[in-house]
């Protein structure tokens, strides 16, 4: 087990919601907001991260503060204007990904990764937007890209 492994997922009624689109979020550790986000950190209250594509609120908290994609020092790869980042902890775009994918040998990306979580070495409570690992997620598009069902 890694810290990789941490999956508390957010509920979608913990009360509050992004200020901008009032979609429900998910949370995420202080820790993680502290290590994306420019400036000082306000007062201590829970975070949520906003999923939305469009939307330019990246964290937000229960106490009304919020960081938007100018706050940040990563912007999350869902969201619009991002660099498309799908592992935040050693760089790899989505692009990338993709590109290699489409070929039949195994993804170069996704072994290296792999490799780098199973010894411990990733750091994605606080390089990762969301505080969570990608692995799941860069396993999810090179699956996606090889049946062709990616766009
Ligand atoms: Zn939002």
Redesign the pocket.
Known sequence: MTACDDTAPGAASDGF???????P?QLVRALTVAANVRGPMPAPQRFKI???RD???VY?GDAGDAFSVGDVDTVPGFKAGSDGLVCYCFGHREVDLRAESGAAAPSRILAAVEARVETGDCYCAVKSPSGRCCLGNLRALVEATRSGSAT
């Open positions: 919601a992004c200020p901008a689109d009032g979609s979020g906003c999923c939305s939307c330019e609120i937000f």
